[in-house]
């Protein structure tokens, strides 16, 4: 079992930044990937990025590439969502999410951490 906690949301003006953390802890030696996902009211939750936990290679979806980057520290068990350049459409619940290597789904979520960026 993963527990995800995701921190750092918060209300910020258009073209501001934020940086998400994304706590885990229990049995991580077999996470895969870490991603973040986010879902605007009324909307379906979609995709932000995703990271490797072991090499990194970092995919993002368009509407955030170039404003948003992904980490994760081994180390510390954490990952990390840099948002910069913020953008009124950017306002949703964001989930960090982990996969384990014998999975092909996301199967541990955290609660979410509430983003609004006001214009």
């Known amino acids: 079992q993963v527990q995800l906690v995701e921190s750092g949301g918060g209300l910020v003006q258009a073209g501001g930044s934020l940086r998400l953390s994304c706590a885990a802890s229990g049995t991580t030696l077999s996470t895969y990937a870490m991603a973040w996902f ?3 009211p009324g909307k379906e939750r979609e995709f932000v990025a995703v990271i490797t936990w072991s090499g990194g290679r970092p995919s993002y979806a368009h509407s955030v590439k170039g404003r948003f980057t992904i980490s994760r520290d081994i180390a510390k068990n954490m990952g990390h969502l840099q948002m910069n ?4 459409e950017d306002t949703a619940v964001y989930y960090c999410a982990t996969r384990d290597v014998a999975a092909s789904t ?5 609660q979410g951490t509430q983003v609004t960026v006001s214009s």
């Open 38 to 40: 986010r879902q605007a």
């Open 85 to 88: 350049s913020l953008k009124p």
């Open 106 to 110: 996301y199967g541990y979520w955290g």
